[in-house]
């Protein structure tokens, strides 16, 4: 399975972006996240959603703002990210979880995009 997510780029503090994460057709039964890493940070989970489209789960710094989504036709999954800050810059990668269900635990998920950058200007 190769994970390869786009989307990134250069927003002002209250801006949106929609990150895509185009998943082998094999990963179309599976939880699927998205993880982000600031640069000095640890990676933190930031959303996932289970292999149906349910079980969605956010972490609480990003719930309200971002929204995730599967596509199980396209084999892609999406983060919509709204009312964008400072503070949500970083790397974000979208990983294959070995499991149906979505999990805020990364230890939980065997496949992993390249990343893609995202960067909010306050």
């Known amino acids: 399975v190769q994970l390869q997510a786009s989307g990134g780029g250069l927003v002002h503090s209250g801006g949106s972006l929609r990150l895509s994460c185009v998943a082998g057709?094999?990963?179309?039964?599976?939880?699927m996240g998205w993880f982000r890493q600031a640069p000095g940070k640890e990676r933190e989970f930031v959303a996932a959603?289970?292999?149906?489209?349910?079980?969605?789960n956010y972490a609480d710094s990003v719930q309200g703002r971002f929204t995730i989504s599967r596509d199980r036709v396209r084999n892609t999954v999406y983060l919509q990210m709204n009312s964008l800050k400072p503070e949500d810059t970083a790397v974000y990668y979208c990983?294959?979880?070995?499991?149906?269900?979505?999990?805020?635990?990364?230890?939980?998920?065997?496949?992993w995009g390249q990343g893609t950058q995202v960067t909010v200007s306050s």
């Open positions: 959603i289970g292999w149906n489209g349910g079980n969605r």
């Open positions: 057709r094999t990963s179309s039964n599976n939880g």
């Open positions: 990983a294959a979880s070995r499991y149906a269900v979505g999990s805020s635990e990364a230890g939980h998920y065997t496949k």
